[in-house]
């Protein structure tokens, strides 16, 4: 039946209902319609896409309760409805998902108890009910209690054993404390309100003070020194400069971040990653951008200066680049400037250089797991920048790992690992590869239903890919045999199994193979390597030569001349 559907209409302006018909995609692997401003009652109808596994509907306008039908979502490993307005109870159902390893609802109306039933479910992994109106007790199974407390707070009748529970679970006498302390509660709560109410009405009527930024009840922030060229900059300079980092100094957002200009004192500018401070991971994102960024360099990476713990969130300061994203040049609204073949080219082979330095100069080695063109970064050069390191692991050698769900972006999400949750470096491979074709095409990785892998593949099959190449790229190259070897170089990188793919120092290989003589750097040559490279390089002599040779076998599909006679000798069947 071909590849699951991907459906990814995040973070628009979508309003209204949620339709009934998308229950009818059968084939629907991912469901993210989150930050958007969706209202009503989430259909039914979704608790028949039994193949999906993740399901995202946060941070819309969601209410009524979460459908028993979930319960039917017997794949699912990903549910995250928080930061709507759902009321209701947590449905029993749920507790039959075997396979769910996230359960997030948080920030809703649900009240009632936990359901028993939830106990069930063992792979569950991360659950956030904070801030609802549960009620009750929290289950004492043995499961329940990997969850931090932070996973129940807000719940003001909810009781349990965990830090910060003012109840104990000694039968009906501490029903009846519960009972009163409610009782006590709601009534200083009552007068609290009524306080604060009198409160506001006295500061209306105050002529208003402007905030002064860094102090608040959460004390000083935190700032780890930023040094750039001998000029040492404070938290509250550039909090002044970028006044209290205000919406028209943003330049760009992320999944789980904002990012702000900044220009300093000594007329360099940089960039300010603001991290979403309400995501429950973003703590130990934030760490894991410092413990990597902070500790490599290359010049192909983003450069990590400095960092700050603030009222404001947790910012990161970067280096900022003249051309934004990849994606800005090749999908945005303006596209000011036009992407020649050696530009982009140029491109390839910076973004690949930076992917191979982590995967094989690091140690441990580091997997990006977030490869996308919005996430390649260029100067005023045009020099690719890798960033966004804030779901990259340190993975030890000769391992893998194993996510307890999938991340990254829909569209450039290896299958392999989509499929299993098993991560190798060869996720980033898949990756590039399709970062690679957008160069190639200029088209989106997943354009509403169009998905750009599956298209270069239908036209691979009847050999006629070149026809989906660029018009700046068909004119600006002089050898389109050139694009042609990119292109399959973006297949190879796309096979279905990952031990077929090539490695990123072999990718950089041929790319860098692909340049003109002029534009190599002398002093430094290509690492050496055995099959990829010599088979992409395109002679004919050395492949007729080597025409017994094993290596060169195990990756040609034909056994009679060089891969570049048809695109269906670099893909394979069961690539389909």
Known sequence: MGSAALKNFSSNDFKGKIPDQLGRIINLDTLDLSGNNFSGKIPDSIGDLEHLLVLNLSRNNLDGPVPNEFGNLRSVQVIDLSYNKLSGFIP????????????????????????????????????????????????????????????????????????????????????????????VCITLGFIALILMLLVAIYRSNQPKLKPFPCRTAQGPPKLVVLQMDLAIHTYEEIMRITENLSEQYIIGYGASSTVYKCVLKNSRAIAIKRLYSQYPHNLREFETELSTIGSIR????????????????????????????????????????????????????????????????CNPRIIHRDVKSSN????????????????????????????????????????????????????????????????LTGKKAVDNESNLHQLILS?????????????????????????????QLALLCTKRHPSERPTMHEVSRVLVSLMPAQSLKSGSPPRKTNDYARIMAGDEKMSRRNESDHHHHQYSSSSDGPWFVKFGEVISKNTL
Request: aromatic share 8%; proline share 3%.
């Open 298 to 361: 290359h010049r192909n990476l983003v450069s990590l200066h400095g960092y700050s713990l603030s009222p404001h969130g947790n910012l990161l300061f970067y280096d900022y680049m003249q051309n934004g994203s990849l994606w800005d040049l090749l999908h945005g609204p303006s596209k000011k400037v036009k992407l020649d073949w050696d530009t982009r080219l140029k491109i390839s082979v910076g973004a690949a250089q930076g992917l191979a330095y982590l995967h094989h100069d």
């Open 92 to 183: 029993e159902e749920l507790g039959q998902l075997q396979n769910i390893n996230a359960l997030i609802l948080n920030d809703n109306n649900i009240h009632g108890g936990i359901p028993s039933q939830l106990t069930n479910c063992f792979s569950l992994t991360t659950l956030d009910l904070s801030f609802n109106n549960l009620s009750g007790y929290i289950p004492a199974a043995k499961n329940f209690s990997r969850f931090p407390s932070e996973s129940f707070l807000g719940n003001t009748l909810l009781c349990g054993n965990w830090p910060g529970s003012s109840c104990s679970l000694d039968g009906h006498a501490s029903r009846i404390s519960i009972s009163l302390a409610a009782v």
């Open 459 to 487: 036209r691979a099959d009847d050999n006629t890919v070149m026809e989906a190449v660029d018009s700046e790229v068909s004119v600006t190259c002089m050898d389109l045999n050139l694009v042609r070897k990119a292109f």
């Open 376 to 439: 390649i970064l260029l100067d005023e050069n045009f020099e690719a920048h890798l960033s966004d390191f804030g779901i990259a692991k340190c993975i030890p050698s000769a391992k893998t790992h194993a996510s307890t769900y999938v991340l990254g972006t829909i569209g450039y999400i290896d299958p392999e690992y989509a499929r299993t949750s098993r991560l190798t470096e060869k996720s980033d491979v898949y990756s590039f590869g399709i970062v690679l074709l957008e160069l």
